[in-house]
Antibody, heavy 119, light 112 residues
């Protein structure tokens, strides 16, 4: 069955960087896109962007460009979200999700990774 | 960015009754070339990731009970939950995927 397993919670200081990993299984990695979504505590969902797992080409929502970077390691079929220059407002749960066959909808989600930014 | 506005922000429904959630897009998300609305509904229960319920505005994802239905076109969409069950308590989000960024509505909390 399809699963996306994310790395564990992180506590980081302001200005630091963090990398969240997402390891899908149960399907061919390069055949489906990976999307990243943020959810601040008690808040709604924000779409950060997506990465084409076949070409490695990322697309970012403008609000997140430069501050957030997607990458892949296809040898271990893992996707990464790297956040640099962390601010308190980056404290949130970060989800990876698989794009469905069309790429337009998110049919499987990781369990989420809590990133807390605090001095 | 396309703004997705849901209403109400929350609603309380009795068991077995119907819940109706509205989602309005600030721009048309019906692509005339394929006659598809690029709109999905997600359900998020406390402490869990979201779950895809409906895509193309009205197609139920595999395994989703048929008491969930989606309708609408263009800029106005509706999620209906018929005969609400206790396990339907959750926050429901709409998302458009026609434009980048793929924006979500603010969410609607459904309670018993």
């Amino acid at each position: 069955q399809v699963q996306l397993v994310q790395s564990g919670s992180e506590l980081q200081k302001p200005g630091a960087s963090v990398t969240v990993s997402c390891k899908p299984s149960g399907y061919t990695f390069i055949k489906s896109s990976i999307h990243w979504v943020r959810q601040a505590p008690g808040q709604g969902l924000e779409w950060i962007g997506w990465i084409n797992t076949n070409t490695g080409n990322p697309t970012y929502a403008q609000d997140f460009a430069g501050h957030f970077v997607f990458s892949l390691d296809t040898s271990i079929t893992t996707a990464y979200l790297h956040i640099s220059g962390l601010k308190a407002e980056d404290s949130a749960i970060y989800y990876c999700a698989r794009g469905d066959g069309t790429g337009y909808f998110l049919d499987y989600w990781g369990q989420g990774t809590l990133v807390t930014v605090s001095s | 960015d396309v703004v997705m506005t849901q209403s109400p922000d929350s609603l309380s429904v009795s068991l077995g009754e119907r819940a109706t959630i509205s989602c309005k897009s600030s721009q048309n998300i019906l692509y005339t070339s394929d006659n598809k609305n690029y709109l999905a509904w997600y359900q998020q229960k406390p402490g869990q990731p979201p779950k895809l319920l409906i895509y193309w505005a009205s197609t139920r994802q595999s395994g989703v009970p048929d008491r969930f239905s989606g309708s609408g076109s263009g800029t106005d969409f509706t999620l209906t939950i018929n005969s609400l069950q206790a396990e339907d308590v959750a926050v429901y989000y709409c998302q458009q995927s026609f434009y980048t960024p793929r924006t979500f509505g603010q969410g609607t909390k459904v309670e018993i």
